[in-house]
């Protein structure tokens, strides 16, 4: 069964820094793509940052120079990670990370294009 689960979430002052992570299971974070989204409240989810199939990292604009994302370099870990730096009050939302694992085929920013999703971890900056 496929399962993603984020942690790492919280209360940060604006300028402080968190690394979320998402650990998943039944699929390769190597050859799947993998996607952070967020939602603040009263908003529509929206795309974070992508790493694709092949590599290819995408961001928002709003979060570009402030956020990184990676994979684990130890495979086995089959993690992927959003160091966030720098964080504003209107980062603040519930962040979710989400794969793609049959190849949809979609524009990796759009939420199309992925079939499985974590439950989410909260972030508040303030």
């Known amino acids: 069964q496929v399962q993603l689960v984020e942690s790492g979430g919280g209360s940060v002052q604006a300028g402080g820094a968190l690394r979320l992570s998402c650990a998943a299971s039944?699929?390769?974070?190597?050859?799947?793509?993998l996607g952070w989204f967020r939602q603040a409240p009263g908003k529509e989810r929206e795309a974070v940052s992508t790493?694709?199939?092949?590599?290819?990292?995408?961001?928002a604009d709003s979060v570009k120079g402030r956020f990184t994302i990676f994979i684990s370099k130890d495979s086995a870990k089959k993690s992927v990670y959003l160091e966030m730096n720098n964080l504003k009050p209107e980062d603040t939302a519930m962040y979710y990370c989400?794969?793609?694992?049959?190849?949809?085929?979609?524009?990796?920013?759009?939420?199309?294009?992925?079939?499985?999703w974590g439950q989410g971890t909260q972030v508040t900056v303030s």
């Open positions: 989400a794969a793609d694992s049959i190849g949809r085929g979609y524009d990796e920013l759009s939420q199309m294009n992925y079939n499985i």
């Open positions: 039944g699929l390769s974070v190597i050859t799947s793509c």
């Open positions: 790493i694709g199939a092949y590599g290819r990292i995408r961001y």
